[in-house]
Nanobody, 116 residues
Framework: QVQLVESGGGLVQAGGSLRLSCVAS????????MGWFRQAPGKEREFVST????????NYADSVKGRFTISRDNAQNTLYLQMNSLKPEDTAVYYC?????????WGQGTQVTVSS
């Protein structure tokens, strides 16, 4: 069993930055692909970014490409999402997720609110 705990969300003005963190329990984290997803009010949960276990392959949604950067520190069991040039449409609850084959482990989410 892996537990994921996100932090780093908050209220920021448009154009600002935030860095989200996701700390995982258990050594299995280092073998899992991990990802960030988000859900805005009244909308479906959507993919934001994913990263493989070795930090060598990263994918981004078109809406965040060039503004967000995903990374991980396997020694610290931590996943990050650096978010720059934030827009009001980035407002959502952000979740980290991971697992051995599919995203079966999810955190509780952290709220990101971007004011215009």
């Amino acid at each position: 069993q892996v537990q994921l705990v996100e932090s780093g969300g908050g209220l920021v003005q448009a154009g600002g930055s935030l860095r989200l963190s996701c700390v995982a329990s258990g050594r299995a984290f280092t073998r899992y692909a991990m990802g960030w997803f988000r859900q805005a009010p009244g909308k479906e949960r959507e993919f934001v970014s994913t990263i493989n276990w070795s930090n060598s392959n990263r994918n981004y949604a078109d809406s965040v490409k060039g503004r967000f950067t995903i990374s991980r520190d396997n020694a610290q069991n931590t996943l990050y999402l650096q978010m720059n040039s934030l827009k009001p449409e980035d407002t959502a609850v952000y979740y980290c997720a991971g697992g051995p084959v599919s995203y079966i482990y999810w955190g509780q989410g952290t709220q990101v609110t971007v004011s215009s």
